[in-house]
């Protein structure tokens, strides 16, 4: 099953956390909003660890650092000589890129108390157990709904050829009728929560922007979902996916490895390397990704709160 679920309980997390005792403090910094004209400062920042930072590069390539789509707003903390010490997307998803303590410490400030509640805060083990120090004691009624550990696997370079696929494309918007209940499925398995009844609207209009961006690849047969994948974010080195799904009935046929096989030979004409999470529980996706060429690069952990809108 190529389908990731994300609802794994890390106690490993939870007893980290509690058992952690804070540092001396160094100086404390505060985080700035970003703006436009912080573009190309921030995406050279982030470059320098492009497998890590591909989802918030992608959308300031994508969006910019100031718009509603990003669901949240950019934050930077500075040192004493203005250099860069930490950028991070505070809103429904929490993501950091930060080189110390101190600037994790102000995010976590930031985000207790901003006005776009975060739903979910995701980022490298080590980041996100040093983070949930930080904000989860600062309210003490901020609760954690599910905590997961995944694993980041990257390609470089298919390492066996496949059959072609004849129709695998890229999804159209006549097609979103059928991509709409699979993707709140995988949404479901992963978070715990159905966007279409949350958020319906927001919902559909974000996977249909997925589509008309090209970022949703499908193969039907038989007017049926059979594969799907998506293009959550891209950067020239570094191109992110996720929901990846093949029909329950399909499965065992060949067409996740051959789709997956095929669309990453695509891809990586236009950026370096693939990168994709798959929780750590799940070996059989480890065995599958791997025989594919995919290889463990890092260890993510993923929080999920209270339902929140942002």
């Known amino acids: 099953m190529l389908s990731i679920n994300r609802q ?43 497998l890590q930072t591909v989802i918030m590069a992608g959308l300031i390539r994508s969006y910019g650092l100031d718009s509603p789509l990003n669901r949240g707003m950019f934050y930077a903390c500075r040192d004493e000589r203005g250099t860069l010490e930490g950028v991070a997307l505070i809103g429904h998803a929490t993501l ?16 207790q ?50 059959r072609l696929v004849s129709g695998l494309r890229p999804a159209v918007p006549d097609d979103l009728e059928l991509i709409l209940p699979v993707q709140a499925e995988l949404a479901f398995l992963e978070s715990g ?13 974000r996977t249909l922007r997925r589509v008309e961006k090209g970022q949703t690849w499908v193969l039907f047969k038989d007017g049926q979902l059979i594969f799907k994948a998506e293009v959550q974010s891209e950067t020239p080195q570094v191109i992110y996916l996720e929901g990846i799904y093949v029909r329950p009935e399909a499965r065992g046929q060949g067409y996740g490895r051959r789709c997956l096989s095929q669309l990453c030979n695509t891809l990586l004409k236009r950026a370096d390397s693939i990168c994709l999470l798959v929780n750590e529980e799940h070996t059989r996706a480890h065995n599958f990704y791997q025989q594919l060429g995919f290889r463990l690069r890092s260890r993510y952990d993923t929080i999920f709160l209270r339902q929140r809108h942002c």
């Open 113 to 162: 108390t901003g006005d776009c509640r975060t739903h979910m805060i995701m980022g490298e083990e080590e980041c996100i157990r040093s983070f949930w120090w930080h904000y989860s004691t600062s309210d003490e009624r901020q609760q954690m709904r599910l905590a997961c550990r995944e694993l980041l696997f990257e390609l470089t370079h298919v390492s066996t050829a496949q």
């Open 193 to 205: 929560v159905n966007p279409r009844e949350i958020d319906p609207v927001g919902f559909r209009q």
């Open 96 to 111: 950091l890129a930060t080189t110390t303590d101190r600037a994790l410490r102000a995010f976590a400030r930031l985000a």
């Open 8 to 50: 794994t309980t890390t106690p490993s997390l939870l007893q980290a956390t509690a058992a952690r005792r804070p540092a001396k403090a160094a100086a404390p910094l505060a985080a700035r909003r970003l703006t436009n004209r912080d573009t190309a400062e921030v995406l050279t920042f982030l470059a320098k660890r492009p």
